[in-house]
């Protein structure tokens, strides 16, 4: 889509070129600054908020993805909190005491036969010691209440640890990963497109200037074919009324500056602002156009398919991600299970069901989801054969556009060789109808369109011109060479001139 669009703006106006909004005020603005091509590019790079943009964008999915690389170790928290808590117990003593008070007796009765000799003396002991029994035992209650309240700091230490996360840790990540080459598979598209329109906007100052010269050598002749006219005119050789053809023609070409002017202006403040110039720029390299062929057809498709095109890791990346949700999907019908510990920090101001510390390990399987987990599997596969599809297509794209953007090349290169005819042939029949008509054998008509001829080869040999770099750029981008335009540049061997 972006090569379509780049290649599409050949077929816009020059003026279409260049719209902007008003340039800052006179006053503000400093000298033009000279830049050639190259230099221009370098300071795009520094300038561009869409670049810059993709380069952070680019920096947030590093780091997004850098920061999903650690998923499997634990997870280690410290907490503390300050509680008060009151605490009520009950406890009922009856059976405790009727089984002590028979277990006593069961003792004192069998005492006395263990001391022999004795057995009145221990006898009497017992004896007395189970009359006081009762009374002993009854100064204990029935039932013990316990009531406590206080404050306690509670500092905890815990960690938790996945053993198994059923596919979802490594779906992330191949996501993030994923995430990371599409942006910078997109950086690099947003590159390509702003080599494309530096190249639209540099060498559009350099066709509207060659037009705004081309336009006022033809009003320049044309001042001269009228003063001309009015001297044969004044000396009887021709009527009037071919003064006023030449004088009609003269008008018109006057307009044609006029107009040229205001695209030059429009055109130079859109260079200014797309390269933050508030002086403007001063291009230094003029348009160009080599006289060989690119390289062959095939080199720029096999180049366009390999590995590294922009818009394939675009669609590599698309498709990593879909199956990253996939396996994600997956991960939401399979169990989990993890480790956990966790450690008491303030053991000695704890309440008593506190334990000091506790380890685990622990699984986790959702038996019933308000998601259709089988649903959402289905959608996710279904996304990654779209985006497996998306990839054939983006393919296929690219091989139109190379395709295109070649024979528009070859198309505008040829289309410039061919006018250096023309405009010889235009040159000679303007200087013989010049000629006629200063002797008085010529018309007006045929002075005014000869010079029209001439005019109309020079537009369209700098238009020619233009297109060539244009759709160069445009076919190095869709071929992935879009670094190589320097070179094209520097073996440049035709400069176009009005």
């Not at 279409?16 to 230099?39: H, I, K, Y």
């Not at 329109?197 to 320049?220: I, N």
């Not at 498709?319 to 989990?336: F, H, I, N, V």
């Not at 008593?352 to 998601?371: H, Q």
Request: charged share 20%.
């Amino acid at each position: 889509m972006l090569r379509r669009i780049a290649i599409a703006v050949l077929c816009m106006p020059v003026a279409a070129l260049a719209q902007t909004p008003a340039s800052p005020p006179a006053a503000a603005r400093t000298e033009p600054v000279a830049l050639s091509f190259d230099a221009a590019r370098a300071r795009l790079d520094s300038v561009s908020p869409t670049l810059k943009g993709a380069a952070l964008d680019v920096r947030a999915s590093e780091e997004q993805e850098a920061s999903l690389r650690t998923l499997n170790r634990p997870l280690v928290s410290a907490s503390a909190s300050v509680i008060t808590y009151q605490k009520s117990l009950s406890l009922d003593l009856t059976g405790q005491k009727n089984s002590f008070d028979s277990a006593a007796n069961s003792f004192l009765d069998g005492l006395p036969a263990q001391f022999p000799g004795f057995e009145g003396v221990v006898q009497q002991v017992t004896g007395r010691i189970e009359q006081a029994l009762p009374g002993l035992l009854g100064l204990i209650p029935d039932q013990l209440d316990f009531r406590t309240r206080d404050t306690v700091l509670r500092p905890n230490l815990t960690a938790v640890m996945p053993l198994y996360s059923g596919g979802a840790i490594p779906a992330a990540q191949r996501g993030a990963a994923a995430a990371s080459a599409l942006a910078r598979a997109k950086q690099a598209g947003v590159r390509d497109l702003a080599q494309i329109r530096l190249v639209q906007t540099y060498f559009g100052q350099q066709l509207a200037a060659a037009l705004l010269a081309s336009s006022v050598e033809t009003r320049d002749s044309l001042d001269r074919h009228l003063a001309n006219a009015q001297s044969l005119f004044r000396e009887g050789v021709i009527p009037r009324s071919r003064v006023l053809e030449v004088q009609v023609a003269r008008d018109t070409a006057q307009r044609a500056v006029e107009r040229a002017e205001m695209q030059a202006k429009t055109a130079s403040d859109t260079l200014a602002r797309l390269l933050d110039a508030d002086g403007g720029v001063r291009p230094t390299t003029p348009l160009f156009v080599n006289t060989g062929s690119p390289a062959p057809l095939p080199d720029f498709l096999a180049s366009a398919t390999g590995a590294g095109h922009p818009q394939l890791l675009a669609a590599d990346a698309a498709r990593e991600m879909a199956g990253a949700g996939t396996d994600l999907a997956k991960s939401r019908l399979r169990p989990q299970a993890f480790a956990f510990g966790s450690y008491n920090l303030n053991r000695d101001d704890s309440i008593p069901v506190d334990p000091d510390w506790i380890v685990g390990v622990g699984v986790r399987y959702t038996l019933f989801s308000n998601v259709g987990r089988r649903h959402a599997l289905n959608a996710a596969q279904a996304r990654e054969a779209a985006a497996a599809e998306a990839g054939r297509e983006a393919r296929k794209t690219i091989e139109l556009e190379t395709i295109q953007a070649y024979n528009l090349t070859e198309a505008a290169r040829r289309s410039f060789l061919l006018l250096d005819t023309n405009i010889v042939a235009a040159k000679e029949n303007l200087r013989v109808q010049d000629i006629a008509f200063r002797e008085g054998e010529g018309t007006a008509s045929q002075l005014i369109d000869a010079r029209n001829a001439l005019t109309l080869a020079q537009t369209q040999r700098i238009a020619a011109a233009y297109e060539y770099v244009v759709t160069l750029a445009a076919l190095l981008a869709a071929s992935n060479r879009g670094d190589s335009f320097p070179d094209y540049l520097a073996r440049a061997d035709r400069i176009a001139a009005p």
